[in-house]
Nanobody, 136 residues
Framework: QVQLAESGGGSVQSGGSLTLSCTTSGATYGAPNMGWYRQASGGADDCELVSYISSRSTSYYKDSVKGRFTISQDIAKNTVYLQMDRLKPEDTAVYHC????????????????????????????WGQGTLVTVVS
């Protein structure tokens, strides 16, 4: 069974930086399509897609993080990273790592929250999340 383990969250001043890591364990083949979602407001908000990187190394960023966040992967270490620079208070959220198959449909830009948890739909694997708090 494939599992994801996120790390690197914490509290940082506005304008600061953090690097999140997500390591895959279990049976994986090649470079999966991996991405990051975030959920703010203690679970009241929906999960929004922040970034993803495909097995072909193409990437996507939510408009509000373009130019500030960078996604990368180390295939040998089964790890994907999210470098977050010039953080803002509105970046405060629990960040979840996820794996999606290469087949359609594409990544959902928003996952509905139900009872504080996001409905992960066609995602194959969902991580427990790491909290990022940006203080002004």
């Amino acid at each position: 069974q494939v599992q994801l383990a996120e790390s690197g969250g914490g509290s940082v001043q506005s304008g600061g930086s953090l690097t999140l890591s997500c390591t895959t364990s279990g049976a994986t083949y090649g470079a999966p399509n991996m991405g990051w979602y975030r959920q703010a407001s203690g679970g009241a908000d929906d999960c929004e897609l922040v970034s993803y990187i495909s097995s072909r190394s193409t990437s996507y960023y939510k408009d509000s993080v373009k130019g500030r966040f960078t996604i990368s992967q180390d295939i040998a270490k089964n790890t994907v990273y999210l470098q977050m620079d010039r953080l803002k208070p509105e970046d405060t959220a629990v960040y979840h790592c996820a794996i999606k198959s290469a087949t359609p449909p594409p990544w959902s830009e928003r996952l509905q929250s139900r009872g504080g948890n996001c409905l992960t739909g066609n995602l194959e694997v969902w991580g427990q999340g790491t909290l990022v708090t940006v203080v002004s």
